[in-house]
């Protein structure tokens, strides 16, 4: 029995709060706190059981630490932006509560997404007795728990990993970002980067590519990308020889974002408009659709796993893991689409996961260090059944 406190009204927020009240025998209790109440109303109304809703501006720890001290919960969910990472996790060191994520910290006017900012409150996380579990949503999160499983059960050593990304969904807009649109293009546009033989290589922006025969989907083109597991993953992988992460894009949406990049509208310093300061990247998310509001006609599929490759009993050994979620299904189920699903799910897993004792300690964690048993039962149970091959 156990009091959650989840930070961020948008569609993973709404998905992380219809699966906490799905599992009352976990989560006897929850908060959903947002910057525009609204939001969270919206979700409240939803929701199979009552919960209590807050406003929260997440960039100031005060605000945070006082509700925090006002609803005492066991843990503090952030599935706001990535902005707001640090400011969270302050206000859990100085109100002494556990705290968990889905994407790694990034300064607003630096396009640089990495897990140093976070790793570097190890200490005093350790000092306080807290835990803080990074990046548990699908990729990072779940892939990382499939490595992990890899790991655990079926090589003795793992020598490649390509994490592969399929959306294959239509959600019937010419474009649309199916995670937060800000966050969304400033990953995409930014220089790709895998690891090999203790090195990291870059290259320009989605210049790699191939296609690859995707499970009840079919063949899509998927683009060689940066992502942050690897960061933690080549560190928790031991004799990892090399890592690439790729993601698949329609033609429709390379197209709009070509445009967009060459008329300065993906562009994050401020540029004066009638006096006024505008980041183009702002304004533009503010004329694209809400990720949440995708979900209602949204049809297709999206397949995210790991290909992984390495040695068993001194035999080469080819292995392929993943799930397959469907869109329609997800908004049947809580009126969501794939990718809010697939993130909110294992967020709301590895929140049960700590909150029984089944994932614990104290400090600064990943999801990979981790016994990946009881979560992958989980993902099972609770709507991301996953199927493995060996090739
Ligand atoms: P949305 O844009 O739909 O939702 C973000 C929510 O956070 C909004 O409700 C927004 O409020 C709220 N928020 C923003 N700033 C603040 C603040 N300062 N204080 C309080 N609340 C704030 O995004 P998504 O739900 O699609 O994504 C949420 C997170 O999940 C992102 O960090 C994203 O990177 C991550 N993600 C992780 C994935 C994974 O697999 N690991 C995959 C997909 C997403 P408002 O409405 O007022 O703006």
């Known amino acids: ?22 599992n009352p025998e976990v989560f006897s209790e929850i908060v959903l706190a947002s910057r525009t109440l609204a939001k969270c109303e919206a979700i409240q109304k939803q929701v199979s059981r009552p919960i209590e809703i807050a406003r929260v501006d997440a ?6 630490s006082a509700l925090i001290r006002r609803v005492s919960p066991d843990l503090v969910l952030n599935v706001a932006l990535p902005y707001q990472d640090l400011s969270i996790m302050d206000a859990c060191l100085e109100t ?20 140093k900012w976070q790793w570097d409150y190890q200490e005093r996380f350790q000092k306080k007795g807290i835990m803080a579990l990074l990046g548990c949503g699908f990729d990072p999160g779940v892939t990382n728990v499939f490595c992990a499983h890899a790991l ?4 003795d050593e793992i020598h490649t990993v390509d994490i592969m990304d399929c959306n294959a969904g239509d959600h019937g807009q010419p474009f649309a970002t199916n995670f937060n649109p800000e966050i969304n293009i400033r990953e995409v546009t930014a220089r790709g980067k895998y690891y090999e033989n203790g090195n990291w290589f870059e290259t320009d922006p989605l210049s790699i590519h191939k296609p690859f025969d995707f499970p009840r989907i079919g063949e899509r083109e998927m683009y060689l990308m940066y992502h942050e597991e690897m960061e933690s993953l080549v560190k928790n992988i031991p004799g990892i020889k090399r890592m690439r992460f790729w993601m698949t894009f329609g033609q429709e949406y390379l197209t709009h974002l070509r445009v967009l990049q060459n008329v300065g509208m993906t562009r994050i310093d401020p540029v004066k408009y009638q006096g006024i300061d505008i980041v183009p990247l702002q304004f533009l998310k503010a004329l694209l659709p ?16 790991c290909m992984i490759e390495g040695i068993k009993n001194g035999k080469p050994l080819k292995y392929y893991i993943y799930n397959v979620c469907d869109h329609a299904e997800c ?9 809010s699903y697939t993130t909110g799910v294992p967020t709301m897993i590895a929140a049960m996961m700590m909150l029984t004792g089944k994932w614990k300690g104290k400090g600064v964690f990943n999801v990979e260090e981790f016994d990946p048993d009881p979560f992958m039962d989980a993902l099972n149970r609770c709507g991301l059944p996953w199927t493995e091959t060996f090739l």
Request: glycine letters at 10%.
């Open 290 to 305: 809400e990720p949440s509001s995708l979900a209602e006609g949204y049809t297709g599929k999206t397949c995210i796993g």
């Open 331 to 339: 908004f049947k189920e809580i009126k969501a689409q794939a990718i």
């Open 96 to 115: 002494g509560v556990d705290y968990l994520d889905t994407a790694n910290y990034e300064p607003p006017d630096e396009a640089k997404f990495c897990y």
């Open 1 to 22: 029995m156990s009091k959650v406190l989840i930070i961020g009204a948008g569609g993973v927020g709404a998905v992380v709060t219809h699966k906490c009240a799905q």
């Open 152 to 155: 655990k059960h079926h090589f």
């Open 59 to 64: 960039d100031h720890s005060h605000e945070v």
